[in-house]
């Protein structure tokens, strides 16, 4: 044991490997032989995509235990606490035990060299590997075809979306993206695309390898009624009579069907009956997706970070129907498109306050001031900080306006601490 708290953990972790991120299995895969040379018991379902894997992943985990299925789900990154990562019936995974579990990873490792990511990922599958599971629900981090989490064979793969994010490390066009998170697919199994109109790469992918891809339109549809909504799928499966999951907005009813067909294909080893199903969709939680704090003004709350998120966030904006005025809190990563993400919230928001981010590649308030001056914006309140960005928008906010707090994991994380 090197160390006896999670915290001297994770610091030590961030400074092990000379790279944040270091794309490859071979390294993790060898540490993972060690710890755990035969196959996993569970079904596994590996999702990946740009946006929509936590709520996939979180719908996932509701409808099963629901059903009465013991769940094991890995996920990233964690808004409050790094045990978020890691659950087990729901239940975040204690301090001790990731400690034991980091202690058996660095004894295996010997000198190999692993990342921050790569440690987290073996963590979670030895733990699980302790636990009599009947489902492991696996979070790509980034990408898929050379993620951590892509040396376990995913019994069904899930791609949720692909967008322009990453780009450094995953190509500059959705085909080339498309075609690195298809890498979690594997051959005769199901390969499930959430998106009409996915990549010609991922398609192309699925065929080569002879995975069952299965197509959001072509395989599998939703139909919304005036008070729930139904879905049909191959070989005349349907379900009707369905809740809108507790996600806010239209997107998640598309996630919610992909999630559906997941469990479809999963069906002769899990069933799951249409009232745990509706069930699991009542109660699903997942903080930091549009999520509303109750009060006047009231608070959005949303991770999106990228352009494809921030279009489903200003369409879910719509909806809600503030009545006053959208005042923006603000923090973002200098990786990302930032110029994108101001220029899609623009039209919707009237008052914007920039915080910085003090963590790796984060924006500090003038950074993030200058991006909104450049894309014409003036009506700024600039702040050190995301929490005192947050406080100046409730001073200046009057009845009925609405605080929306995105951009970043971060920026939510840091609210959230306060509530």
């Known amino acids: 044991m090197r160390f006896d708290n999670l915290h001297d953990w994770l610091r030590w972790q961030e400074t092990l490997h000379p790279s944040t991120i270091d794309m490859g299995l071979e390294r993790v895969r ?33 409808v099963y235990r629901h059903a009465g299925y013991h769940v094991g789900c890995y996920s990233s990154p964690h808004l409050l606490r790094y045990n978020e990562r890691i659950r087990i019936d729901g239940n975040e ?37 302790q636990y009599d599971l009947d489902v492991l629900i696996l979070e790509v981090g980034l990408g898929g075809r050379l993620d ?43 390969a499930i695309c959430a998106e009409k109109y996915p990549p010609k790469s991922v ?16 395989d599998y549809r939703l139909a919304v009624a005036e008070d729930s909504w139904s879905w049909s799928g191959p070989d005349k499966l349907s379900r009707y009579g369905l809740p809108e999951p507790s996600l806010r907005g239209h997107k998640q009813l598309e996630n919610a069907a992909a999630v559906i067909m997941v469990l479809e294909t999963l069906s002769d080893r899990m069933p799951v009956s249409q009232s745990h199903l509706r069930q699991g969709l009542r109660e699903v939680g997942l903080p930091g997706r ?114 929306l707090v995105c951009g970043s994991f971060y920026s939510v994380g840091d609210i959230l601490r306060q509530q």
């Not at 996993?40 to 979180?58: D, E, F, H, R």
């Not at 058996?104 to 979670?124: H, K, M, V, W």
């Not at 995975?211 to 339109?217: E, K």
């Open 30 to 62: 060898k540490v993972w032989d060690k710890l755990h040379p035969r196959a996993l018991k569970p079904a596994v379902i590996t999702v990946s995509g740009t946006n929509g894997k936590g709520s996939c992943s979180a719908m996932l985990e509701s």
């Open 93 to 129: 995974i204690a301090d001790q035990a990731l400690c034991e579990a980091f202690g058996a990873i660095d004894q295996a490792r010997d000198d190999i060299s692993i990342t921050y990511f790569e440690f987290g990922t073996l963590a979670a599958l030895y733990l699980f590997a």
């Open 148 to 190: 951590a989490v892509n040396m376990i064979d995913a019994d069904v793969a899930l791609l949720v979306s692909v967008g322009l994010d990453h780009q450094e490390w995953l190509g500059h066009d959705r085909e080339a993206i498309g075609l690195e998170k298809a890498g979690i697919f594997r051959a005769n199994r199901p």
């Open 203 to 218: 398609l192309a992918y699925a065929s080569e390898i002879e995975a069952t891809s299965l197509v959001f339109g072509r």
């Open 290 to 403: 549009f999520q509303v704090l109750a009060g006047d003004p009231a608070v959005v709350l949303d991770v999106s970070h990228n352009p494809q998120a921030i279009e489903v966030l200003v369409e879910n904006l719509q909806a809600f129907a503030c009545p006053g005025r959208i005042l923006a809190v603000i923090g973002m990563l200098e990786d990302k498109d930032v110029h994108g993400v101001v220029r899609l919230l623009k039209p919707c928001v009237n008052q914007w306050y920039p915080g910085g981010i003090d963590a790796p590649r984060g924006l500090n308030a003038d950074q993030l001031a200058a991006v909104l001056i450049s894309e014409g914006i003036h009506k700024i309140h600039q702040n050190h900080d995301i929490t005192s960005a947050f406080d100046a928008a409730k001073k200046n906010a009057l009845p009925g306006d609405c605080i």
